[in-house]
């Protein structure tokens, strides 16, 4: 303690000397209690880490610091329609789904781990006569209808793709409870209606691709809608028949 505040604390009133303590700053010696210096230190600190972090993706900071709103680092990607601002088929601004699905020909963009957009070209009947030179099994055709569906698919990664199946992850579905029909394997080969066998090749950024696959679909249950992705990766496309 220095001269001056042994000469104060004589001298003063008990609530003056205390407002001139206070004053001194720097040059008070007393120890401050570590309990409080602790606590109210933690609380702006945190306070304003989280008022960083919610003005880095647009939220805001909430009580006890913690950040709340905004988008994330990694903000899941959602299925969205490509120039059409209205949704599927039935109109709305819902999400695109079994419940407002995109017309048949109408382009969607995924956005999930392999950016594209996507446009069903064709659905087209087939016969049995027309898919034996993919020598499938009895068993594999036995009741089935193939039909031969032909999708263009455009690179919106950014980056060149290098032999991307993209109807691997196409599928036919008989009513919007199935879980879909997943392209028939054919094993590289071709045929006039349908060039399953035809290898991808490098498709650049921007650039658009048509591939074909066949479908095998039980009888008397025609295809009602056309899906694309996975739920794995983010909500898939889904689009109408007829």
Same mark, same amino acid.
């Given at each position: ?25 720097? !040059?008070? $010696? *007393? ?18 880490? &989280?008022?960083?972090?919610?003005? &880095?993706?647009?939220?805001? $900071?909430?009580?006890?610091? $913690? ?21 599927? &088929? ?19 963009? =995924? ?5 594209? *957009? ?9 016969? &049995? ?9 009895? $068993? ?6 193939? =039909? ?14 290098? *032999? ?30 349908? !060039? ?36 794995? *990766? ?9």
């Amino acid at each position: 303690m220095t001269n001056t505040q042994k000469v104060l604390r004589a001298g003063l009133p008990v609530a003056a000397l205390a407002m001139l303590l206070t004053a001194c700053g720097p !040059d008070n $010696a *007393d120890p401050a209690d570590p309990a409080a210096a602790g606590a109210g230190g933690a609380g702006t600190t945190a306070t304003a880490a &989280a008022s960083s972090a919610a003005a &880095a993706t647009g939220g805001t $900071a909430g009580t006890g610091g $913690a950040a709340t709103g905004g988008t994330g680092a990694n903000p899941a990607p959602t299925a969205t329609t490509s120039g059409n601002p209205i949704g599927g &088929a039935s109109g709305g601004s819902g999400k695109v789904g079994f419940a407002n699905p995109l017309a048949l020909t109408a382009t969607g963009s =995924y956005q999930g781990k392999t950016k594209a *957009d996507v446009t069903p070209v064709s659905v087209v009947k087939g016969t &049995a006569a027309e898919i034996a030179p993919f020598n499938f099994k009895p $068993a594999e055709v036995e009741g089935k209808t193939p =039909y031969y569906v032909t999708v263009s698919f455009t690179n919106r990664t950014g980056a060149p793709l290098t *032999d991307e199946y993209f109807m691997m992850r196409f599928k036919v579905n008989t009513d919007a409870k199935a879980s879909g029909i997943l392209p028939a394997p054919v094993v590289m080969k071709s045929i006039p209606q349908c !060039d399953a066998g035809k290898k991808p090749g490098t498709l650049p950024d921007g650039q658009a691709q048509q591939q074909c696959a066949v479908y095998l679909v039980p009888n008397g249950t025609p295809p009602q809608f056309l899906t694309f992705g996975s739920v794995l *990766d983010t909500e898939p496309l889904v689009w109408k028949v007829g």
